[in-house]
Antibody, heavy 121, light 106 residues
Framework: QVQLQESGPGLVKPSQTLSLTCTVSGGSISSGYFYWSWIRQPAGKGLEWIGRIYTSGSTNYNPSLKSRVTISVDTSKNQFSLKLSSVTAADTAVYYC?????????????WGQGALVTVSS | DIQMTQSPSSLSASVGDRVIITCRASQSISSHLNWYQQKPGKAPKLLIYAASSLQSGVPSRFSGSGSGTDFTLTISSLQPEDFATYYCQQSYSTPLFGQGTRLEIK
């Protein structure tokens, strides 16, 4: 059973960079044909896809966040990471990592429990 | 860009009711449509993929239908554990979720 777990600071100051890591257990991040994604959810609001990475290092980002987002992978640690720069209060949200297959119909089947990140001075 | 419109945004129903939630895409997405259930403080859970396929372990009272631009999620007989928020998600292009339908107890 694949499990994902987010980790990182819960408080980030405005204009700084938000950094989160997702650790995958129960299977190798390099096995199979999967993308590894980040999704966020502001309190009381809907879900927003941030971006994804393949274990080859290939990435795709939400156009609305592309200029500020970097997703990377460390296969030796079975982890992938999110960096979001120049954060504002609008970036306060629960951040989820999730797995999505590299094949139709591209659904998110495994999710982390979520990490609340608050942007505040 | 493809837009997803879910309706209703909220719904009150009773245990045993049949409930239908709809999701409409602004252009055809074939059957690239998935449904998730989210309970407070929890991550979303996949219910239906490819518009009508039931994810393993999900009760058969959940079903999905549709293709092209119009899709539905049906819960045939509501159970107490089904009161949650439901999201559709198109996977035809950049992943995009609907705005959600909050299902509350009447």
């Amino acid at each position: 059973q694949v499990q994902l777990q987010e980790s990182g600071p819960g408080l980030v100051k405005p204009s700084q960079t938000l950094s989160l890591t997702c650790t995958v257990s129960g299977g190798s991040i390099s096995s199979g044909y999967f993308y590894w994604s980040w999704i966020r959810q502001p309190a009381g609001k809907g879900l927003e896809w941030i971006g994804r990475i393949y274990t080859s290092g290939s990435t795709n980002y939400n156009p609305s966040l592309k200029s500020r987002v970097t997703i990377s992978v460390d296969t030796s640690k079975n982890q992938f990471s999110l960096k979001l720069s120049s954060v504002t209060a609008a970036d306060t949200a629960v951040y989820y990592c999730a797995r999505v297959g590299d094949f139709f119909p591209y659904y998110f089947d495994y999710w982390g429990q979520g990490a609340l990140v608050t942007v505040s001075s | 860009d493809i837009q997803m419109t879910q309706s209703p945004s909220s719904l009150s129903a009773s245990v045993g009711d049949r409930v239908i939630i709809t999701c409409r895409a602004s252009q055809s997405i074939s059957s690239h449509l998935n449904w998730y259930q989210q309970k407070p403080g929890k991550a979303p859970k996949l219910l239906i993929y490819a518009a009508s396929s039931l994810q393993s372990g999900v009760p058969s009272r959940f079903s999905g239908s549709g293709s092209g631009t119009d899709f539905t999620l049906t819960i045939s007989s509501l159970q107490p554990e089904d009161f949650a928020t439901y999201y559709c998600q198109q996977s035809y292009s950049t992943p995009l979720f609907g705005q959600g339908t909050r299902l509350e107890i009447k």
